[in-house]
């Protein structure tokens, strides 16, 4: 963003003002290009069809280049994030999503750094040549962090996110040192780089919370056209124990819906411990384990459109696919 002299309020700006405001830029001994989108926008207007946008352009120069950076508001990011990490199968490259807590241009911003370190990572290589990342990341100020593991933590601070469940992939002080044992390395298949475009956008997030009452959860269980549900627990996976709270999350499995548990809380994972847990295990109810709200979402709406079977969808939401949560042995 970048602040209108006019009003004060921040706006959407394109690339060349991001040159002119970071000349540092060309000090990097690099082959830099861009793409900028037709109609820059604020992150809080993000949607799927602009991560199909972003999906597409990276596939598109794939062969090109040897890694990307993708510059994002904050307020999405690991939605973005979560979103590319599966829609890019068999991604190999690094996907650097960053931006600011300051708009460029402010004295103290904090996007110049961010930038200027982006564009190391997406450069970096390992001992053999390889990038040194190969999958989607989010970077902001000291840390480097798996794109579908991360999540905003701070309107206010320019360490903004965080993942609470998955070590960072680096830290960022006088140099870069990477955390080898915690990158993505998925097995050589030899295959290569599929985008995935079909997104069932058809899900709706549902928090728990006292004093939630059975006409609204049906309400929002039978809300038209609704494939899928991310229900946000408490703690380890607890929820009401009241018979209607049950019998109404089973109704909408038993109607064909898939309902995954998360949990609310920011560092864990479901581990029914408790009657309340078990009691809401028993009707059908997919276990997040430890995935974000970001990752449940756009895992779901990813799934939901590769038109595959629900019993093969539900299987898909018990396993990691990209790094996503936390199991023994990931589905390849």
Not at 86 to 94: A, G, H, I, S, Y
Not at 105 to 116: A, C, K, P, Q, S
Request: charged share 20%; proline share 5%.
């Amino acid at each position: 963003m970048i602040e209108n002299p006019a009003t004060g309020s921040l706006q959407p700006f394109d690339f060349t003002h991001l040159i002119d405001n970071v000349p540092k830029i060309r000090l990097l001994n690099y082959v830099i290009d861009n793409i900028s989108f037709d109609e820059p926008i604020d992150s809080s207007d993000m949607d799927p069809t602009h991560w199909v946008t972003i999906a597409k352009a990276i596939g598109d120069n794939y062969d090109k280049y040897d890694g990307f950076v993708v510059l994002h508001g904050t307020d999405t990011m690991a939605y973005t994030a979560s979103a590319l990490s599966f829609m890019l199968e068999n991604l190999r490259k690094p996907v650097i999503i960053t931006g600011s807590q300051l708009p460029i241009g402010e004295v103290r911003t904090d996007g110049e750094e961010n930038l200027i370190t982006a564009i190391q990572i997406a450069a970096a290589t390992d001992r053999y040549g390889a990038p040194m990342v190969q999958e989607v990341a989010i970077l902001f100020e000291n840390y480097l962090w798996r794109g579908n593991r991360a999540t905003k933590r701070s309107a206010d601070n320019f360490n903004a996110f965080k993942s609470h469940n998955y070590p960072e992939l680096a830290k960022i002080g006088l140099g870069i040192n990477f955390h080898e044992d915690a990158l993505l390395r998925l097995p050589y298949n030899g295959r290569q780089l599929k985008v995935h475009t079909k997104l069932d956008t058809s899900v709706i997030i549902i928090d728990l919370f006292p004093g939630l009452d059975e006409r609204t959860l049906r309400h929002q269980l039978s809300a038209p056209g609704i494939k899928g549900v991310v229900l946000r627990t408490y703690g380890a996976g607890n929820a009401p124990t009241a018979s209607w709270f049950t019998q109404a999350v089973k109704d909408a499995v038993d109607a064909g819906k898939i309902v995954l548990n998360v949990t609310q809380c920011v560092n864990g994972s479901i581990q029914p411990r408790y009657v309340t847990g078990h009691a809401l295990a028993a009707t059908g109810i997919i276990s997040g384990r430890d995935i974000t709200a970001e990752a449940a979402l756009t895992k779901m709406m990813f799934l939901l459109g590769a038109g595959i079977s629900e019993s093969e969808i539900r299987t898909r939401l018990t396993h990691s696919l990209c790094g996503e949560m936390t199991e023994a042995n990931p589905v390849q």
